[in-house]
């Protein structure tokens, strides 16, 4: 279960759920054949560290 960052918060950076969801999804793809070995080392998922880079501002989610 993810507990950071807050799910009611995250919701609030997409235009969507629906969004959200696919932004996660891919960015959690392009984590893991880029910067695997870091995530391994770090230990943390893809899927955390994808929702923390869409919290924190660094990743934005829009709809074409």
Known sequence: ?????P???LI???P???A???GLAKRAK???STKLQE???AH???ISYAANEIYSGKIEIKID
């Open 1 to 5: 279960m993810m507990i950071e960052p």
């Open 30 to 32: 392009e984590l893991n």
């Open 12 to 14: 609030k950076k997409a």
């Open 39 to 41: 995530l391994e080392d």
């Open 44 to 46: 943390i998922k893809a």
């Open 16 to 18: 969507c759920r629906y």
């Open 7 to 9: 799910i009611d918060k």
């Open 20 to 22: 959200l969801v696919c």
